[in-house]
């Protein structure tokens, strides 16, 4: 079972790096869910309990190194400050816009309890885990608290800051990491991984499931680019790839029964991805059929990925699922590694 230090662990009367999950949904200019930073919020007292002092980091999206200001964290920080404040506590802060002004950061961070950073993703740095990028931020704080699971696969330069400083994990990392490793130490059988959505690198996962599954269900838009070199044995057995409708928009009907009659036989079911093209009502079916299916099992069910958890809310299901994983990509990570870049274990490093 994996050990990691709890923010609970953090000393008094420090600095703090504080990584979190700040990829917000929206809909034109308007974020539709917090839940990313609200998650985040009891980390968040913990460390200000302690009177830390507080520098969050994170991303949103993927700008590509470059500035793109419908991606700017400002909103974002204005927000989480206003769920922080009441009138019994006002929260000292600040929002920063450049990562490299060492000496604006480090006088902000004297001054407040809270420096919110732009988001990371504005510079080439991050994604590309840049040794010299966040070092200025290294050699100013003390401490590196995660509470980041959704991007705990990555080996951004945000998420290895572990190697640069004595790392802590926070409340909602934590839990999704009991959770998954639950699932790992206590698999019930048959076991079933559903995948979809339009994101092809799931497919790179394949392999390894093939080992650890008893069937793999493939749907959403991986059908149409799915490489079945050296997998024909396996289809039709563990490996079901859905046939969908003539518009390629969805699930045809015959997968949709399939899918649905593997899923009711399996005691565990591991869902990442729509079925379908989620946000046309015209090509819903899959994914709801998907969806009912996975809340009647009768075992122990994890879902990751936005459209999956918002056909479960809509169809008034959400409550029969036992995990929601904050993502797809994390979830199949660990699921077939059985570790994650993010991690550090406490007690593999004594």
């Known amino acids: 079972m994996i050990n990691l230090r709890s923010v609970d662990e953090v000393l008094e009367n420090t600095r703090v790096v504080l990584r979190m999950d700040l990829d917000m949904p929206k809909d034109g200019d308007v974020i539709t869910d917090w839940s990313r930073v609200e998650k985040s919020l009891p980390t968040i007292r913990t460390l200000l309990s302690k009177n830390c002092h507080i520098l969050i980091v994170g991303t949103w999206g993927r700008p590509g190194g470059r500035e793109?200001?419908?991606l700017s964290l400002r909103e974002v920080y204005l927000e989480l400050v206003s769920m922080l404040n009441t009138t019994e506590v006002e929260t000292k802060s600040?929002?920063?816009?450049?990562?490299?002004?060492?000496?604006l950061i480090d006088?902000?961070?004297?001054?407040?309890q809270i420096v919110f950073m732009?988001?990371?993703?504005?510079?080439?740095?991050?994604?590309?885990?840049?040794?010299?990028?966040?070092?200025?931020?290294?050699?100013i704080c003390q401490f590196f608290v995660n509470d980041s699971f959704a991007k705990a696969h990555r080996k951004s330069a945000s998420v290895m800051l572990r190697e640069k400083l004595p790392v802590f994990y926070g409340y909602s990392f934590?839990?999704?990491?009991?959770?998954?490793?639950?699932?790992t130490e206590n698999?019930?059988?048959?076991?079933?991984?559903?995948?979809?959505?339009?994101?092809?690198?799931k497919l790179d996962y394949l392999p390894k499931l093939l080992e650890i599954a008893d069937y793999?269900?493939?749907?959403?838009?991986?059908?149409?680019?799915?490489?079945?070199?050296?997998?024909?044995?396996?289809?039709?057995?563990?490996?079901?790839?859905?046939?969908?409708?003539?518009?390629?928009?969805?699930?045809?009907?015959?997968?949709?029964?399939?899918?649905?009659?593997?899923i009711g036989q399996s005691k565990t079911v591991v869902w990442a991805g729509s079925m379908g093209f989620y946000e046309n009502p015209e090509a819903r079916a899959g994914t709801e059929s998907i969806a009912r299916a996975v809340s009647e099992v009768e075992g122990y069910t994890v879902v990751a990925g936005g459209d999956t958890g918002a056909s479960l809310i809509n169809l008034g299901v959400e409550g029969k699922i036992d995990f929601f994983c904050s993502g797809g990509g994390v979830?199949?990570?660990?699921?077939?590694?059985k570790t994650l870049p993010a991690w550090e274990d406490v007690s593999i490093k004594a």
Do not use: H
Not at 118 to 139: H, K, R, V
Not at 187 to 201: E, H, I, M, N
Not at 331 to 337: D, G, I, P, S, V
């Open 68 to 70: 793109v200001p419908e």
């Open 94 to 103: 600040v929002f920063v816009a450049d990562i490299f002004d060492t000496q």
């Open 107 to 112: 006088i902000s961070m004297a001054e407040n």
């Open 118 to 139: 732009e988001n990371l993703g504005f510079w080439p740095g991050d994604d590309t885990n840049d040794p010299l990028f966040l070092e200025n931020i290294a050699e």
């Open 174 to 183: 934590l839990e999704e990491a009991k959770a998954l490793d639950a699932l």
């Open 187 to 201: 698999t019930q059988r048959p076991l079933t991984v559903v995948l979809g959505g339009a994101k092809k690198d």
């Open 216 to 262: 793999v269900l493939v749907g959403g838009a991986l059908p149409k680019v799915i490489n079945m070199e050296g997998l024909e044995p396996l289809a039709g057995t563990k490996l079901i790839v859905a046939k969908l409708r003539d518009d390629g928009l969805d699930l045809g009907g015959e997968s949709i029964e399939k899918f649905c009659q593997i």
């Open 331 to 337: 979830m199949l990570e660990y699921l077939t590694q």
